[in-house]
């Protein structure tokens, strides 16, 4: 009986490394979809960016703090819907429920820097104290995009630092700069990270 013969080595057919790489690129997404929360909106992003453009104009023209104030919140509600609406499609659009594992995770982490503005932002306008409220504004919206996106894709806490960095600016800057300071990161920062993670997140 003739030796079993040792077959030559040779490289898989082309298909089947093709397929073989299809399944790893599928298998590596859905685990990072698993565990990150992806669905943050780019466009979104750079929407409410720029709603904040026409506000610190709006803003830089008020005569009193209270009022001041008054444009600012309003602008934060438009934003906080334009985002809540934005995330909602692009989770529908992935076929991932909104309130997932990891977005919940994201709002944990985001929530409460947001819940420490706010008391601080009532706290300062008790006080009479305009001055400290942009930077306070900027520093704990960024703490929150770092905290939260420990559990998103790479380049959000990457924008919660550029946050947090012109906050700590604006802190120390003089008051008749918070506006354009806030223009700046609230709008050009957000449509600037927006686009990027459009660009490399898919919308």
Do not use: N
Not at 160 to 171: D, K, M, Q, R, Y
């Amino acid at each position: 009986m003739d030796p079993i013969r040792r077959l030559p080595d040779s490289d898989p057919p082309e298909d089947l490394r093709d397929h073989a790489m299809e399944s790893l690129r599928y298998i590596r997404s859905a685990m990072e979809r698993a565990g990150s929360f992806t669905t943050v909106s780019g466009w979104g992003q750079a929407l409410l960016g720029a709603t904040a453009i026409p506000a610190a104009w709006l803003a830089s023209r008020q005569p009193t703090f209270d009022r001041w104030l008054l444009v600012w919140i309003a602008d934060a509600v438009v934003a906080v819907a334009i985002a809540t609406v934005a995330i909602g499609r692009k989770s529908e659009a992935a076929g991932l429920p909104l309130f997932s594992g990891p977005a919940r995770k994201f709002l944990a982490g985001f929530s409460p820097p947001l819940v420490a503005g706010a008391i601080l932002t009532v706290a300062l306008w008790r006080a009479g104290l305009r001055q400290p409220v942009p930077g306070t504004w900027l520093v704990l919206y960024g703490a929150g995009v770092i905290t939260g996106g420990a559990y998103s894709v790479r380049i959000v806490p990457v924008m919660g630092i550029a946050f947090f960095l012109l906050g700590a600016v604006t802190l120390f800057a003089p008051a008749s700069l918070g506006d354009g300071l806030l223009c700046a990161g609230f709008g050009g920062l957000h449509i600037l990270f927006g686009a990027l993670i459009a660009r490399q997140h898919g919308g």
